[in-house]
Nanobody
Framework: QVQLVESGGGLAQAGGSLTLSCEVF????????MGWFRQAPGKEREFVAA????????YYADSVKGRFTISRDNAKNTVYLQMNSLKPEDTAEYYC????????????????????WGQGTQVTVSS
C-alpha cells in the first residue's frame, strides 16, 4: 500500500520560512517524479513544484519561483519543499504527490499525472 506522509506545515509570518517534508512508503521512491501542489479555500488545486526521479530537473510555478525550492533524498524516501519569503497568498493546504509512471516527468504540473497523494499539511502565512 502506497502512503505519503507530510509534515512541517504551520503558521509563519510574511517574509518567514517553512520546510515541508513528505515521506513515501510502499513504492520504489527513486523511480518516480514527485510534485507539490496546494489548494486554498474555494480554489482549485494548483501546481507548486516538481522534481524528477533523480533530482536533477525541477520546475516551479511562476508564483513561487525564486522563493521555494524542491529537493529529494532518495535514501530517505523523502521529498522536501523549502519555502522562503512567504506571502499571505501562500496560505493553503499543501499536498505532495508521486507520478503514476516510472521514470516519467511528463505533464508534471497536471494533477491527473499523479497517482498517489498525501493527506495535506496546512500552511498559514500572516501579514
Amino acid at each position: 500500500q502506497v502512503q505519503l506522509v507530510e509534515s512541517g506545515g504551520g503558521l509563519a509570518q510574511a517574509g518567514g520560512s517553512l520546510t515541508l517534508s513528505c515521506e513515501v512508503f510502499g513504492r520504489t521512491f527513486s523511480s518516480y517524479a514527485m510534485g507539490w501542489f496546494r489548494q486554498a479555500p474555494g480554489k482549485e488545486r494548483e501546481f507548486v513544484a516538481a522534481i524528477n526521479w533523480i533530482g536533477r530537473r525541477t520546475y516551479y510555478a511562476d508564483s513561487v519561483k525564486g522563493r521555494f525550492t524542491i529537493s529529494r533524498d532518495n535514501a530517505k524516501n523523502t521529498v522536501y519543499l523549502q519555502m522562503n519569503s512567504l506571502k499571505p497568498e501562500d496560505t493553503a493546504e499543501y499536498y505532495c504527490a508521486t507520478q503514476t509512471k516510472v521514470f516519467s516527468f511528463a505533464r508534471f504540473s497536471d494533477v491527473d499525472e499523479y497517482a498517489y497523494w498525501g493527506q495535506g499539511t496546512q500552511v498559514t502565512v500572516s501579514s
